[in-house]
């Protein structure tokens, strides 16, 4: 399995004719994966694409760090929420 930033996700979002292949955004697992003291804290987050039926559904295994998710909170099931509610608006 590949590793993806958030920028990237959100790129792809973002693109044109992705809102006709992916129908919804799901946060599946977010876990803390140590501590840098130049980023701070970097997770690991598990995004799942659900796809329309003609395409087959994507796991995405995304690495960041709490500079890029400090906008959804503090704690793990916080930021899940937010985050999967942010992918779903940028999806549209």
């Known amino acids: 399995m590949s590793y993806y930033d958030l920028e990237s996700v959100y790129t792809f979002l ?3 004719g992705t ?3 992916v129908d919804q955004v799901r946060v599946t ?3 803390k ?3 840098n003291d130049m980023e701070g804290i970097q997770w690991q987050i598990n995004v799942k694409l659900i796809t329309n039926p ?3 559904n994507k796991l995405l295994r ?5 500079t890029w998710t400090d906008d ?5 099931k916080e930021i899940k929420y937010n985050l999967e509610e942010n992918l779903n608006t940028t999806l549209g």
């Open 54 to 56: 003609k395409y087959k």
């Open 62 to 66: 995304v690495v960041t760090n709490s």
């Open 33 to 35: 994966v140590g501590f």
């Open 72 to 76: 959804y909170g503090n704690d793990p």
């Open 14 to 16: 973002e693109k044109k």
């Open 19 to 21: 809102v006709d292949i």
């Open 29 to 31: 697992s977010i876990t």
